[in-house]
């Protein structure tokens, strides 16, 4: 197996190189023939991984977290190279959907014995997502984060916690019109999530019964308006991971316009990539990921 791996020396965990050294260990015993290139800013990740696709690597490892994993699918996108993953990310939700070991030197071992599938990807204009899309709170709290993004290495995840509270405490929410499936409608929510899996942000489930290998993506409209709808919201959220009150609505599209009159933030996999209005689609069976061979969950029918 020729493998290509991509190192994000910014990612949460990445300071703990001895960890890296271990996992690579790992491959290479098993006769894996590795090469290791580092992510040196923004898009160097799609680079390199375009690179490996040139080179027909048979697969590419992501030793990062999960936004280096989306900047390393828009080239692996509809290739025949593979994607795997060592987690050093702050949350790492690619690892946690698949039940692949958060620690790399074990997440190495599950690679080699792991098993290949492949899975849709959704598209937000012209660029991939392989997790979820968010307009709306989270995308508006991703937005705000970006100025404490340098504390991430040090603190994890308390300073994006902080920004979520202080943003929840004035947000309004967004007005925007939905097109899909012939239906044209305004909807007023505090937040959009359309999921091609199922975990969002390590823990919660927006998209509970999304299938990764359907040709459709899940859209999850929380409804609402204002800092009440907002604390109304959040505590079933909180405190079960899943949304319950009648004003969510799950629904299934193949494809999704999102428009409205202003311009609303938007993210994809964790990463703000530009606002809306946003075109929404699936690309079928895009993608070749390399899973636990334990794996077993319904979100790969």
Sequence with gaps: MKATVISNPTAGKMASRDHLREALLVLERHGWEVDVQRSRGP????RIAREAVDANRDIVIVAGGDGTINEAVQALAGSPTALGFLPYGTVNVWAREI????????????????????LDLGLANDRYFLLMAGIGFDSEVVRRSRKVERFKS??????????????AAFYRGVDVELRYDGVIRRVQAL?????????????????????ATDGRLDLCIVKGRGPLAMARQSLPILI???????????????????????????????????HTPAHF?????????????????????
């Design 240 to 274: 079960g991971g899943t949304t319950t009150f009648s004003d969510v609505e799950v629904i299934r599209v193949r494809e999704l316009i999102v428009g409205g009159d202003g311009h609303a933030p938007l993210q994809l996999d964790g990463e703000l990539i530009g």
């Design 43 to 46: 898009g160097d990740a799609t």
């Design 191 to 211: 937040m959009l999530v359309l999921g091609n899996t199922r975990l969002y942000g390590g823990r919660y489930r927006f998209t509970p019964e999304a299938v």
């Design 281 to 301: 689609r699936v690309a079928p069976r895009a993608l070749r990921v390399i899973v636990p061979s334990e794996f077993n969950s319904e979100l790969i029918a």
């Design 154 to 167: 040090r603190f994890g995840i308390l300073p994006y916690a902080a920004v979520s509270l202080a943003t």
């Design 99 to 118: 039940g692949l070991p958060l620690t790399p030197r074990e997440a190495a071992v599950s690679l080699v014995s792991g098993r290949m599938e492949t």
